[in-house]
């Protein structure tokens, strides 16, 4: 069909936002320079190449952190009482945090890998420009679109690295056939100069997941010296696939948290880190354990994920008071640490289970009991 899409709206508190990565680091540079124009300074193409918590050379109470161009070359040292690593996945600063031996960090084996190549599509008239397209294939490929505020949506084809009619892929013409045949409905609406992309774009692999077990700082009390200050945030705390936005909106919460327990020790870091610790390191296990599930497949998906999904769908629609709604929603749709929110779903599934434990006795009980009966009627000796 090319018809326009089906619209299905969830029910929600509150209306979900899709912004670019880039895009946000635009307007939180903007927000720093405009609120505080003396005591920011951006570098761009840069890297932190080592950070030293107790050197020799700083001042006490300093570390030494080194940035280095991309590509090498000009090195430039600075001395800093905090160091805060949100330097992504491949963290440098966390690699000092984890040699103090305070923290370790936990990875966990990938079973369901995907890989993605991009396709951006522009809304076609009368389709709605603020919603986020799925589409799946019959050959194991899905095609997800977010909105942008030009109504050009940054679309992805996610699929498995063995997947063969991706790996067949030749020339313009094979993508448009692809596309004809397992998207019809996007078909008139990927340009050819698109679809040629879709070949020469290199294939990129979704990250796995990891996270911080331990500390999340640590402070030269804790050490025993005179040096500085390090704390992680983001990223380099925890990695999740980006699914359902968890990445992203986690760091923020961890933004959050560390200028709570600032505020809370008014700027002491030796009580307001170990405080941030205390808050955001079992959160950072919690949304990765949890996304984790999700992102499971075959059977042991089945039984993890999607049969919870269907029995946290019915118990809810029986009792809504009692039951919540699916982690998937609930996940989302709360101001509740995750933590909280898993401890509540698992208290769901025990009850769950035990609701239907009951259930079954209850009609074997019954069964039983007709059986005899009919036995009986029957002049059969029981």
């Not at 963290?91 to 945090?97: D, G, I, P, Q």
């Not at 596309?179 to 020469?200: C, D, G, N, T």
């Not at 692999?205 to 999340?216: D, E, P, S």
């Not at 808050?279 to 999700?294: I, L, M, T």
């Amino acid at each position: 069909s090319t018809s326009p899409p089906r619209v299905r709206v969830a029910a929600k508190r509150f209306a979900s936002r899709v912004i670019q990565r880039d895009r946000l680091a635009s307007l939180l540079c903007e927000e720093a320079s405009a609120s505080h124009p003396s005591a920011v300074r951006f570098d761009y193409l840069m890297r932190v190449r080592s950070v030293e918590l107790d050197p020799s050379a700083a001042p006490e109470g300093k570390s030494l952190v080194k940035l280095e161009r991309d590509g090498g070359g000009w090195v430039e040292e600075i001395a800093v009482d905090l160091v805060v690593g949100a330097d992504g996945v491949g963290s440098a600063v966390r690699e000092v945090l984890l040699s103090t031996g305070a923290a370790s960090l936990r990875r966990i084996k990938d079973k369901n890998p995907r890989v993605f190549r991009t396709l951006p599509l522009r809304v076609p008239h009368g389709w709605p420009g603020d919603l986020n397209y799925s589409y799946r294939s019959g050959k194991g490929i899905t095609f997800e679109a977010l909105p942008t505020r030009e109504s050009m949506l940054v679309g992805l084809l996610l699929y498995k690295p063995e997947n063969e009619a991706m790996a067949a892929l030749r020339t313009a013409d094979d993508a448009e056939t692809l596309i004809r045949e397992e998207f019809p409905q996007l078909a008139k609406h990927v340009p050819r100069k698109a679809a040629a992309a879709l070949v020469s774009n290199p294939e990129q692999k979704i990250g796995g997941f990891t996270y911080v077990k331990g500390a999340l700082h640590s402070t030269p009390q804790e050490r025993g010296t005179k040096g500085g200050n390090l704390v992680l945030l983001g990223d380099s705390v925890k990695a999740v696939k980006p699914y359902f936005g968890y990445g992203l909106n986690t760091a923020l919460e961890d933004v959050a948290a560390l200028e709570d327990a600032l505020n809370a020790h008014g700027g002491d870091l030796s009580k307001a880190l170990p405080d941030y610790t205390k808050q955001r390191a079992k959160e950072a296990a919690a949304v990765v354990e949890a996304q984790r599930v999700f992102d499971r497949s075959g059977a042991w998906g089945f039984l993890t994920f999607v049969l919870p999904l269907l029995m946290d769908t019915f118990f809810h629609k029986v009792a809504p008071r009692v039951w919540k709604t699916n982690c998937i929603a609930f996940f989302g749709d709360s101001d509740r640490p995750f933590s909280k929110l898993r401890q509540r779903k698992r208290l769901d599934r025990l009850t769950q289970l035990s609701t239907i434990a009951a259930m079954g006795a209850a009609v074997f009980k019954v069964g039983t009991w007709l059986l005899w009966r009919a036995l009986r009627g029957l002049g059969v000796s029981v």
